[in-house]
């Protein structure tokens, strides 16, 4: 198994067969866990990248079984930011908390139209930052349209590579069509940022492994992985869940194979244990993303419970995740960490 290890962090390949026993053997973790920090350290350096995340509108016309802002769950108050105030949180983010990209984050809302949000983005670009949307499924011509108004980046998980899990999970949404939306942002042109859950019903090893040589398939630019958390309201209520150290296998062995991308270290990593993130941090990743959303709407985007830290304004996240990452001899980057391919 060591071997196996130390052969990814040269090669950075691996067979279905390797990453399979890796994950099934929990005998060397902590190598595994090293070998990827240090990959990390090799191809994207110390240095760790915030991205602002503002939730903008938690409604969505999908009803994912996982997803606690399913259209079906009647248990969330809505709300929709207005186009002003998503600007006023991305000026405070930029200008104050020196945040050099802002996320947009929301449900399928059909409220915020391709015009809508190409007025956000043309807006938001006059700060000097770089712009990631994760909006979920459109067309060629929208992601194009998104492009030209001068977005950078999108994030769409592919949730699982498993297409009849991903059917019975996603009703009425085709893989293929989540597949080839990942085609068509890289065609228009916006750096394409991908990922999946961990522990879903009945997901396989084997599943698992797949996901990850997808990864490298449609050579993401950035992987984001994080365990399922089950959520009350919805279908899934009664199922186990994912666990942090399958999540932190999973993000290491996709450091791995994919060593120059950006890896964020998840807000549900950081929900299952108080120090997720940061061991992550040291297990591959290399992107935190602190949410900036005021705490009113904050706590309705649940998308599984124990996400939103309400508690916390947005300058108080901050500040506390910079102690955390200078106490692990970290810092966090001036430059707006686009992905720098070198291999
Ligand atoms: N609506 C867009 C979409 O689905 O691509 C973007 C927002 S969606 C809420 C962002 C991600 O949240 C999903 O891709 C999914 O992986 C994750 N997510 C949803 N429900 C979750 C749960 N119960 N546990 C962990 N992650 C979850
Ligand atoms: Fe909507 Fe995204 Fe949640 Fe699915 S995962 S219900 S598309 S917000």
């Known amino acids: 198994m060591i071997n196996t290890i130390k052969k990814a962090q040269i090669t950075h390949e691996l067979s ?46 999908n009803n994912c079984l996982y997803c606690g802002l399913r259209r079906d769950n009647k248990n969330i108050t809505r709300y929709r930011i207005d186009i002003d105030t998503i600007f006023e949180l991305a000026q405070h983010a930029a200008k104050n908390m020196g945040l050099k990209t802002i996320v947009l984050q929301s449900g399928e809302d059909v409220h915020f139209t391709k015009e809508k949000m190409c007025k956000i983005i043309r807006q938001i670009k006059t700060l ?15 992601y194009q349209a998104y492009r030209q108004a001068g977005a950078d980046r999108f994030l769409l998980r592919i949730e699982t590579t498993d297409q009849d899990l991903y059917h019975y999970l996603d009703p009425k949404m085709s893989w293929q069509n989540r597949k080839q939306c990942l085609l068509n942002l890289r065609q228009a042109g916006l750096e394409v940022g991908s990922g999946i859950m961990v522990g879903l019903p009945n997901q396989t090893i084997e599943s698992i492994a797949n996901d990850i040589l997808f990864f490298k398939e ?15 309201d919805t279908p899934l209520k009664n199922e186990k869940g994912g666990n942090l150290i399958m999540s932190l296998k999973v993000m290491a062995l ?15 990593m950081e929900t299952l244990a108080a120090n997720g993130q ?66």
């Open 16 to 61: 279905q067969q390797e990453i399979i026993d890796i994950l099934q053997n929990d005998e060397c973790n902590n190598e595994l866990f090293s070998a990827a920090d240090n990959v990390r350290c090799q191809f994207v350096g110390d240095d760790i990248h915030l991205r602002a995340l503002i939730e903008f509108s938690n409604i969505c016309k």
């Open 128 to 142: 000097n930052v770089a712009l990631t949307l994760s909006i979920g499924e459109k067309s060629l011509e929208e």
């Open 218 to 232: 449609i050579d993401a630019d950035m992987i984001g992985i994080g365990p399922f958390i089950p959520h009350p």
């Open 254 to 268: 996709t450091r791995l194979l994919l060593p120059d991308i950006n890896i964020p270290a998840t807000t549900a």
């Open 278 to 343: 940061m061991m992550a941090l040291q297990s591959g990743a290399n992107v935190i993303m602190p949410n900036v959303t005021l705490s009113q709407y904050r706590k309705n985007y649940e998308l599984y419970p124990g996400k939103s830290n309400t508690n916390c304004t947005p300058d108080d996240t901050l500040l506390l995740l910079r102690n955390k990452i200078s106490s692990i001899g970290r810092k966090i980057a001036d430059d707006y960490g686009f992905h720098k391919k070198q291999i």
